[in-house]
């Protein structure tokens, strides 16, 4: 299993500006991944970010709205750049290896006002 | 593309009773992985159930358990002896393999809510 953390939980911002989230792992991973869920809604994947090369991200997302770093295998980090209203969401990070279980993260909660 | 339904948004049950959640997935591979993922309102995603397709035998849990019908593209879950800690978004996923990873497909969920 993997115990992860994610810093901050929940902060308000203000639009046009960018916030970083971390996340943080307790174990050696080779893959993370980075997810959204807007409000009452399910999740949807961003990236996968695995150490050591640049993330992969799925359609709809960008590296320039949403640069990630991955500089070791514990540790990641996620930057919602230029933010908007329709960047709420929350913002999760997961680890997982092959076909087996993810685990999740806390969650970041955004708020873009 | 891999889709997963849950068609129904919202479900209730009284404390100790059985409720089943339906999930319907499409896909052309043959070898995939399903979860049912549990999210209460604390927010933090765990992990509920987990079956393999190229088994027949349902997975079970405990209390949970899981009716896969691979022919029809269909697990549901089970959850017996329902508690008020069950209480939670629970969320079907579907595990694809992509660009060398593989990744998660969620469908929309279904809340549900125990009543005491």
């Known amino acids: 299993s993997a115990v992860i953390s994610q810093k901050p939980s929940r902060d308000i911002c203000q639009r046009g500006t960018s916030l970083t989230i971390q996340c943080q792992v307790d174990s050696q991973v080779t893959m993370m991944f980075w997810y959204r869920q807007q409000p009452g809604q399910s999740l949807t994947l961003i990236a996968t970010?695995?150490?050591?090369?640049?993330?992969?991200?799925e359609s709809g997302f960008v590296i320039d709205k949403f640069p990630i770093s991955r500089p070791n295998l514990t540790f990641s980090t996620l930057t919602v750049s230029n933010m908007s209203p329709e960047d709420s969401s929350i913002y999760l990070c997961?680890?997982?290896?092959?076909?087996?279980?993810?685990?999740f993260g806390p969650g970041t909660r955004l708020t873009v006002t | 593309a891999q889709t997963v339904t849950q068609s129904q948004p919202e479900m209730s049950v009284q404390e100790a009773e059985t409720v089943t959640l339906s999930c319907t997935y499409d896909?052309?591979?043959?070898?995939?992985?399903l979860f049912w993922y549990k999210q209460p309102p604390s927010r933090q995603m765990i992990l509920v159930i987990r079956?393999?397709?190229?088994?027949?035998q349902n997975a079970t849990e405990n209390r949970f358990s899981v009716n896969f019908q691979k022919a029809a593209k269909s697990f549901s879950l089970k959850i017996s002896d329902s508690q008020l800690g069950d209480t939670a978004m629970y969320f079907c996923?579907?595990?694809?393999?992509?660009?060398?990873?593989?990744?998660?497909?969620f469908g929309k969920g279904t809340k549900l809510t125990v009543n005491p």
């Open positions: 996923a579907f595990m694809k393999q992509q660009g060398g990873s593989e990744k998660l497909v």
């Open positions: 079956q393999e397709a190229y088994k027949q």
């Open positions: 997961s680890v997982g290896e092959g076909y087996d279980e993810q685990y």
């Open positions: 896909t052309s591979e043959n070898n995939y992985y």
């Open positions: 970010a695995n150490q050591g090369s640049e993330a992969t991200y």
